[in-house]
């Protein structure tokens, strides 16, 4: 028999939760919150912290609540290649895989909300909905991937830049629908380039073209507003 659970039994942290009602928790009745919420905490850590190591089995997830994780691939010879951005309400770890080949530091101050691996596996042995919540965020990211190779393989400098600022103002903020007029770049100009196979230089070029021709304002090199979205769209090959 399914327990009926009133809002107010909820605990007090999902019912404003940006994850709850657009991330995996969308697909958790009341009480399989309040089962997964007794097992929860939050947590804000700083640029730089380390949130997932590669090939480490991980003993927690976590749903991004605010602020951009960057996700890693490491070379044998040490060489780090940024290889994508997750945003709010993310899902943060590699579900039904004993450890992430991909490592994941946090690009800006983050919060998050963890739980234990186990508090979720359990739930996910007898939520058919909260599987496919699962599967449909990593098709998701397959395809982001896949449009972001398009993005590296075919863009020029100028189109990859604007489609780096496209894809900030689209996500920085979870609870806006559409595009952010105005955001800060959570990413180092070094981290820019690595993600979009540029050089710092061409980035600070193409910075400063956006910046002349009108369609955006940088303040103190990190924060901007799109004064023309309609031309940095066009400059983005859209």
């Not at 097992?39 to 997830?61: F, H, K, M, N, Q």
């Not at 983050?110 to 058919?128: K, Q």
């Not at 990593?138 to 400098?157: C, F, I, P």
């Not at 990413?187 to 956006?210: M, N, P, Q």
């Amino acid at each position: 028999m399914r327990l009926d659970i009133h809002n107010s039994d909820i605990p007090v942290l999902c019912r404003a939760c940006e994850a709850r009602h657009k991330g995996i928790c969308g697909a958790l009745d009341p009480g399989q919150l309040v089962r997964l919420g007794r097992r929860t905490g939050r947590r804000e850590v700083e640029p730089g912290t380390e949130l997932i190591a590669a090939g480490i089995p991980a003993e927690s997830y976590a749903n991004i609540l605010s602020g951009v994780v960057k996700l890693t691939k490491l070379m044998p010879d040490g060489r780090q290649q940024i290889v994508g951005l997750q945003f709010a309400p993310d899902f943060l770890g590699r579900p039904f895989s004993e450890s992430s080949e991909v490592g994941a530091e946090a690009a800006s101050t983050v919060r998050l909300c963890t739980f234990p691996r186990s508090a979720l596996e359990d739930i996910v042995r007898c939520s058919p909905a909260l599987e496919h919540r699962l599967h449909r965020q990593a098709l998701r990211e397959l395809d982001d991937a896949r449009d972001w190779m398009m993005t590296l393989g075919q863009k020029s400098a100028a189109e990859k830049v604007a489609s780096f600022l496209l894809l900030l103002s689209r996500h920085v903020d979870p609870l806006k629908e559409g595009y952010s007029q105005e955001f800060d770049i959570p990413l180092k100009r070094a981290d820019i380039a690595d993600f979009l196979g540029l050089t710092i230089e061409t980035v600070s070029r193409h910075f400063t073209r956006l910046r002349k021709a009108g369609i955006v304002a940088i303040e103190t090199n990190r924060h901007v507003t799109i004064t023309d979205h309609g031309a940095l769209m066009a400059a983005s090959g859209l």
